[in-house]
């Protein structure tokens, strides 16, 4: 059983910071690459991040580059999101997923199956 809990999300400032986190169970985590998706009402989901199984792939969306940097420890199955100079723009439910494969992830944003995620809020 496959479970992906997403937290930290919240109302913040524009410029302010949060950390996001995911723990992962159900599966075995160190094989898995991980990601981060967000969607906002009115647009599709997109990706933000993604980090490779032993931490040598990242990828970054263009938008969050130099904003966001994403990290995972897998001696505790967890997954972060650090972001950093947060802008109105980045407001979205954001999403952790796993990944088998690093090509599977251009098409991830396709997939059925999300967990509940974690609402971030940038307002003055």
């Known amino acids: 059983q496959v479970q992906l809990v997403e937290s930290g999300g919240d109302l913040v400032q524009p410029g302010g910071s949060l950390r996001l986190s995911c723990a992962a169970s159900?599966?075995?985590?160190?094989?898995?690459?991980m990601t981060w998706f967000r969607q906002a009402p009115g647009k599709e989901r997109e990706l933000v991040a993604a980090?490779?199984?032993?931490?040598?792939?990242?990828r970054y969306a263009d938008s969050v580059r130099g904003r966001f940097t994403i990290s995972r420890d897998n001696t505790k199955n967890m997954v972060y999101l650090e972001m950093n100079n947060l802008k109105p723009e980045d407001t979205a439910r954001y999403y952790c997923?796993?990944?088998?494969?690093?090509?599977?992830?251009?098409?991830?944003?396709?997939?059925?199956?999300w967990g509940h995620g974690t609402q971030v809020t940038v307002s003055s």
């Open positions: 997923k796993p990944a088998r494969k690093w090509s599977e992830i251009a098409t991830m944003k396709n997939s059925e199956d």
């Open positions: 159900g599966f075995t985590f160190g094989d898995y690459h």
């Open positions: 980090i490779g199984n032993l931490k040598i792939s990242l």
